[in-house]
């Protein structure tokens, strides 16, 4: 079995596409490439692989309501490929957007089940992951609480009247175990896919979200988009910078 997962966020780092390639790679088994598809350029190699591939996973955002525009683009190229090389791999799905219900995606999941249509490829289903950014943070939240586990014993050592080490690991625990369990839907339906498409199945299509309420998620949301906007964007340098613009479309 051999597997293509694509990550198609045009971010360079850090983008919640690219985060649940990784995550839904461990659960794929047979051999396994993945692939980035972030502007135009990266086209050829992509649709190189695709020769190869029994199951091409693509991982994307959501961009108004539908596929990004590089997205299309590769659909159109890989519809004419995939009819002259006779290829007909089984096609999965990861969306995932920014507003908190992952039922947003569905537009997109249904111009990918048309592509299949008419491209002669298998569509198999998809995970659609309502609160992207917010999985981002969580995952970036994940990794400093790890980081900063080293120096936490440290400062506890150093104060007379710290908390005791076992108190520190236990706390640190705690945390990731309650940031894990708000994505423990989405690691779910990303195993589940995972086991189908190392089977060869039909996975279906689910719609999830971070597990956080809707009255809480608007209101964090405002906050962190009013915060990002003060630093112009530049909050997290290299995840919201400015993203690299690809050659222009001369068809365009
Ligand atoms: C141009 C643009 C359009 C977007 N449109 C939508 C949208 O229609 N609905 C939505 O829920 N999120 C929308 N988003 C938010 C992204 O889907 C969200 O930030 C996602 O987590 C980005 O994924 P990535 O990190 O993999 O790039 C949009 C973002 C951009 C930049």
């Known amino acids: 079995m051999r597997t293509l997962i694509v990550s198609c966020s045009p971010k360079r780092r850090l983008s919640a596409s690219g985060l649940l390639a990784c995550v839904q790679r461990l659960s794929v088994r047979g051999t396994v490439r993945r692939l980035a598809l972030r502007r135009r350029g990266d086209l050829p190699a992509v649709l190189e692989h695709l020769c190869q591939a029994d199951a091409v996973i693509l991982s994307m955002p959501l961009y108004v309501d539908g596929v990004p525009s590089h997205v299309l683009e590769f659909l159109r190229e890989a519809e004419t490929f995939c009819k002259e090389n006779d290829l007909h791999p089984r096609l999965y799905c990861i969306a995932n957007n920014g507003f908190i219900e992952g039922r947003q995606s569905e537009p997109l999941m249904r111009t990918l089940e048309n592509f299949c249509a008419r491209s002669g490829l298998d569509w198999c289903g998809g995970v659609g992951v309502g609160g992207g950014v917010m999985l981002n943070v969580n995952a970036v939240l994940m990794c400093l609480k790890l980081a900063l586990l080293p120096v936490s014993l440290l400062l506890n050592r150093l104060l ?93």
């Open 160 to 252: 007379p009247d710290g908390s005791t080490p076992l108190d520190v690991l236990a706390d640190t625990a705690i945390n990731l175990l309650v940031l894990l369990a708000l994505c423990s839907t989405i690691l779910f339906f990303l195993v589940r896919q995972g086991r189908a498409v190392s089977a060869g199945a039909d996975a279906g299509t689910h719609y999830t979200r971070v597990l956080i309420p809707s009255f809480i998620f608007i209101p964090m949301a405002n906050v962190f988009f009013v915060i990002v906007s003060l630093f112009q964007g530049g909050l997290f340098r290299g995840w919201l910078a400015p993203k690299e613009i690809g050659q222009p479309n001369p068809e365009a």
